[in-house]
């Protein structure tokens, strides 16, 4: 799969980082960038949390593609948001 930018990070926290992102997506659709996310979960959310609000709509609007941790990923830009998510990588490589 081919996107302009892939975002990974753990879109399940409630504030500031989710809405940045959001605001993100929201900017690079609008520029006409195919963007994919990439989910993983942190170690600072301890309980399961759905994913932020404004991300899932993004996502079910199609102004962004969730793609799986295994998928295989061609992006010329990949973001990584908040630090605390990669304290401890995933135990089988991503391939972006």
């Given amino acids: ?29 609008k520029a006409g960038y195919k963007v994919a996310l990439m989910a993983m979960e942190g170690s600072v959310l301890r309980y399961p949390h759905p994913m932020h609000r404004a991300i899932r709509k993004l996502v079910d609007e199609g102004s962004a593609v969730l793609v799986a941790p295994t998928a295989r990923i061609v992006a ?20 972006i």
Avoid at 76 to 88: G, I, K, M, N, T
């Fill in 1 to 29: 799969m081919h996107f302009d930018v892939i975002a990974v990070g753990d879109f399940r926290f409630p504030g500031g980082t989710s809405s940045a992102l959001a605001s993100e997506i929201t900017a690079l659709a």
């Fill in 76 to 95: 010329r830009l990949c973001l990584l948001h908040h630090p605390q998510v990669f304290e401890r990588w995933p135990h089988q490589p991503l391939h």
